[in-house]
């Protein structure tokens, strides 16, 4: 119904200015423009002159849009000098002239053919002038007028876009500018209303408004909630005709979202949370979870938690999970289900981010209680220490007790204990521990010479948890004894110059203990009593576990006594000590002047004076020169023979030869050469085979080898064959040789079975027939000549 009013009232409007318009230009002065003549004839015909006039008119106004049945008459034009006889023609001239606009040539009207739209084309210069009808000679300078096409209110307004999206903080203050909506109207905005826009708001309310003029939307509620409703579809309006009756009007859709602000602190669902946890549980193993609630989101939501009180702060810990916005507990230290069994943890959640203007709500942060039972775990057993260290002494009787393990069971059941040892550690079996009490003891005797350290481990298992097992390491130190006597530390060898002096010193020896340091040195020298007062030589003992021996007077010879053996005591310094003697062995020795050393053979005095012992030296020398170069004679002779088997490209007799051309026989000339087929190497000489070791050689009769260039290939073939059957060092399963040398006119024929059928044979088939159906066709193929004809 209001379209229909808004219709009606347009054309009643349209109609009236059609009506004014046409009034207006019946008006002189107005819409109607006049021409003045050049002349005027006075009384008694006589001429006066005066000066000329233009065109005058006002300006030609047309409405637009007009759909009446008639062309619209836009306005008149009137020369002064038109007397009315039609003798002046009216031209027209100019945009939209003789389409849209024609002019009356005799009375000058102009009128519009064609419905104008303003938004189209504002306004159309014309031209006007007007001529003589019969000699077209203009009679008024030609001028310019303008028709204006004047509005109406046909377009409605409309937006810059279809759909608008907004956001503004929650909880706004009211009045704040949310966004700024802009429509546009193309009537004139010159004339009239038309385009003069009001906005308003059809959908939004209480919520948001708008203002009328600007088209600025603005909140129009305090402390709206994202919480409680996060988007807004708000209907904007905007009417021309400054909004009154019968205006047009149109519209476009909002939509404002509100952004999120941390007006909500973190909130626990429940004031205490129970968890549990084994005592089995490895540090670092997650308890539980707690969450806080806030309806906040982005970093406004984000919360971090701590625990900031409670008896269990220093057992267990609480990280954030930010994915799930989460505090996880875990496990912090191991956890003893005898020792407590439950804990108890104060755990707060804040926001991290806080906004100033809402400090007001707050705080922003909650606390809840955790509960943590810790369960009892089936544990293995538990050794009182770590590890253990005994000491038992070398040499100890089997059955020495060396020391006692103990563990115990932790559970709150303390089954009993049942101890073993790991044999893998205790490969000889040199301990055994009671099962019971835990007690090690020897059942060998140790050596700590041989080993000083025994490192075994010991297990310990529930009874009646066989599953249940501890391990614990037992280093056993065996503790020493002396029982090893010092030796000599080294095999010496002394040597005495002939010409030594009294007192002289010529060597220094010391000595070595198997046994620990404080069963070893100091090491104390002696001479055995029943030689103490020897002749020849004597002992100092240094004091510095070392001692020298000396000669006792001058002048020894090799041809009485080359060797002299001095026993030696040597005594340790353990409680008790212990001693041995060793004899040290002397050579007497020829020496020069400056006491170095010459020759310590006592023969050299004996041989003659012509052989000297460097020409002995020689002599040997070359003995053994002479041995090595026959050693090396014999075994290049045994090398020279050549290997069993020659594996050379050239040397093809052993090999398999297949000959497979197939040629013209003697006739084909060009096929090959049949020097290719000669052994190169057997044209100088017969070579033996040398895949097996032959007895004895053998050479080929003369008389039997064709001529190098023959190409009798029979010949050449019946030659090998007889060779090969004579040569008795070539067995027969390496020695294949295929002659399948195929052609026709060859005098040795073809070797092939292709065509055996089409010759006579000595051979009867038979027997073929009575082989079955399977074999008919060889039957009908090589059967007698009397089935073929019964075949056919």
Known sequence: TKMKEERCLQAALLCLGVLCCSQGLERPGRARA??????????????????????????FFVIEEYTGPDPVLVGRLHSDIDSGDGNIKYILSGEGAGIIFVIDDKSGNIHATKTLDREERAQYTLTAQAVDRNTNRPLEPPSEFIVKVQDINDNPPEFLHENYHANVPERSNVGTSVIQVTASDADDPTYGNSAKLVYSILEGQPYFSVEAQTGIIRTALPNMDREAKEEYHVVIQAKDMGGHMGGLSGTTKVTITLTDVNDNPPKFPQSVYQMSVSEAAVPGEEVGRVKAKDPDIGENGLVAYSIIDGDGMDMFEITTDYETQEGVVKLKKTLDYETKKSYSLKVEAANVHIDPK????????????????????????VFLKPSYVFEVQENAASGTVVGKVHAKDPDAANSAIRYSIDRHTDLERYFVINAEDGNIKTIKTLDREEMAWHNISVFAVEVHKQHQEAKVPV??????????????AAAYEAFVCENARSNQQFITISADDKDDSANGPRFIFSLPPEIIHNPNFTLRDNRDNTASVLVRREGFSRQKQDLYLLPIVISDGGVPPLSSTNTLSIRVCGCDGSGSLLSCNAEAYVLNAGLSTGALIAILACIVILL??????????????????VFEEEDVRENIITYDDEGGGEEDTEAFDIATLQNPDGINGFIPRKDIKPEYQYLPRPGLRPAPNSVDVDDFINTRIQEADNDPTAPPYDSIQIYGYEGRGSVAGSLSSLESATTDSDLDYDYLQNWGPRFKKLADLYGSKDTFDDDS
Do not use: M, Y
């Not at 021409?35 to 006002?58: D, I």
């Not at 090595?628 to 088997?645: A, D, G, N």
């Open 628 to 645: 090595v170069i026959v050693v090396l004679f014999v075994t290049l002779k045994r090398q020279k023979k050549e290997p069993l088997i």
């Open 34 to 59: 006049s021409l003045h003549g050049h002349r005027e004839r006075g009384k008694e015909g006589q001429v006066l002159h005066r000066s000329k006039r233009g065109w005058v008119w006002n300006q």
């Open 475 to 488: 280093a056993i130190k065996v503790v020493d004894v002396n029982d090893n006597a010092p030796k000599f």
């Open 358 to 381: 809402f400090i007001s709500n707050g705080p922003f942060k909650d606390t809840v209680t955790v509960k943590i039972a810790v369960e009892d775990a089936d544990e293995p057993p």
